[in-house]
């Protein structure tokens, strides 16, 4: 397996360490680039994510039998539009983004011919810096990349898309976009929208900054991921709002029932529902899905 | 400074740990332990944490200029009112629980001629292990201790404390324990709570076991506390109770603002609560609270 031409839409951390790690694994030939803004397309350049900075979409996927669509989630349907008629009938394109039903409307809305071309990736890896200069050709190593094929894509497509995953160190496995919405709501968006609300909620208050202060490594690490990017998670949490909203219901019941057994006092329902967590959170392994492809 | 006889009440991680740090910074010539189980003594013996081990906590404080209470918190006020007659009038006594409130009540209550030997402490430092065969002499390095003396404290004493505790590597500062219970309620009691709800939340569900299999190093950080040792934070949660639920009324408020702003689509409502969010999370550093003394 040898791309000729890897057509990289969106040189962002996500595309720009996609590149990187293609490029070191000595499995793209030569890199096309596109991103709306001429300064990120010449840093890209200049870093050398990319081999040539081209001035549309549609450009940068002619004669491209890779792509890797890594725009904010709400640019996709406009993206692929835009490229679907230079896409060559061959190429696997592919996309990054941290939702999938969403995804998977915008190309049924905007392909044509080449939606068998589609295999919709998500690879559960990032940063809290942005930018193609935080790119790192080692961020999808150990990570899991989940793929939500459409009924119809061809499954050499979907098997060519692994192996590009799996040649970057990835672990890959499919589920159907909405398990994969369901899920992601769960353990990242609920986690996420948590953090966001807790980190300003402690610092509004009047003594927050004390507070804040104070915080030790607890802290530190569960509210990492509050640093996000803010128009990211912005389009994250709108593109699956619903499964968000109902995760978020869930956590506030399971929250009422701690703080109903602390202000009853009792002691042991406390001891039980905190033991129900901890045990949870002792038995699980980050790579649990490893063996689900 | 040098103690003769560190007095150990309680040999678990913090206890033990404690222990093992002052001894590899040669600042304590003999160590006698006590705890409940006679399991964890000769436990603590045989790991080299304790020199000998004694059959009631009033035998390990006689002729200690030195006395470390690391009980669990409810376990305080006893424990006190056990050594309150054999403890020797210059020796320092400290605790090193998580809540200030309440163990200051217990230090009233239970010690007679000997509270202003007492200066509370609370280093912010922990593991998600317990017991003594975790014990870590690096554990307080680099890490904050907060100290709440009493008004009548003498100044030597909580000079004397904070000496201990720098010289194995912490930094100190000084907090009413009002302000102290206030402070850790919002960045270390509340994001254990909500750790707690979103891992048993999540874990409930038809699908939770996939969910759970999908997390990523978000999931894994953020909810890395809510693997913690239940029968400590139950009694964490209930000595600190009614600034925790208030902590836990104002988390709601946040999440109710940006679940709001989800449903009615508002993105730049959204993004602007994210970006708040972030941008205090960003800037905020571990250790901030460097300079409170």
Redesign the interface.
């Known amino acids: 397996m040898k791309f000729q031409r890897l057509a990289l839409i969106g040189c962002g951390l996500m595309g720009g360490s996609f590149a990187l790690a293609l490029r070191e694994a000595g499995l793209v030939a030569h890199v096309t680039g596109f991103s709306a803004s001429e300064g990120t397309r010449q840093k890209a350049l200049r870093l050398g994510v990319i081999d040539s900075a081209c001035s549309s979409a549609a450009e940068a996927v002619r004669g491209a039998d890779l792509v890797l669509v890594a725009v904010p989630v709400r640019a996709t349907e406009d993206t692929l539009r835009a490229i679907d008629p230079a896409l060559s009938p061959d190429a696997l394109v592919m996309d990054v983004g941290s939702t999938k039903g969403d995804v998977v409307a915008a190309a049924r809305a905007a392909l044509q011919q080449r939606l068998h071309c589609f295999v919709p990736a998500h690879p559960?890896?990032?940063k809290?810096v942005a930018g193609v200069e935080n790119a790192d050709a080692s961020l999808y190593r150990d990570?899991?990349v989940?793929l939500t094929p459409l009924p119809h894509t061809p499954t050499g497509r979907v098997l060519l898309a692994q192996q590009v995953w799996q040649a970057l160190g990835s672990r890959v496995?499919e589920?159907s976009p909405e398990?994969h919405d369901?899920?992601?709501a769960?353990?990242?968006h609920?986690?996420?929208?948590?953090?966001?609300?807790?980190?300003?909620?402690?610092?509004?208050?009047p003594?927050?900054a004390?507070?804040?202060?104070?915080?030790?490594?607890?802290?530190?690490?569960?509210?990492?991921?509050?640093?996000?990017?803010?128009?990211i998670?912005?389009d994250i949490?709108?593109a699956n709002?619903d499964e968000?909203?109902h995760?978020?219901a869930?956590?506030?019941?399971?929250?009422e029932?701690?703080?109903h057994a602390?202000?009853d006092?009792d002691?042991s329902r406390?001891?039980?529902?905190?033991?129900?967590?901890?045990q949870?959170?002792?038995r699980?392994r980050?790579g649990?899905?490893d063996s689900?492809v």
């Open positions: 559960i890896a990032g809290e990570c899991l989940v496995c589920l398990a369901a899920s992601f769960a353990v990242s609920l986690p996420h929208l948590t953090a966001f609300a807790l980190v300003n909620a402690v610092a509004r208050q003594h927050g004390r507070h804040l202060s104070m915080a030790g490594p607890g802290f530190r690490d569960f509210s990492r991921i509050a640093a996000s990017d803010s128009s998670w912005r949490l709108l709002r968000v909203l995760q978020s869930l956590m506030r019941q399971a929250l029932e701690l703080e602390m202000r006092g002691a406390l001891q039980g529902l905190i033991d129900e967590a901890s949870t959170r002792s699980w980050l649990g899905a689900d």
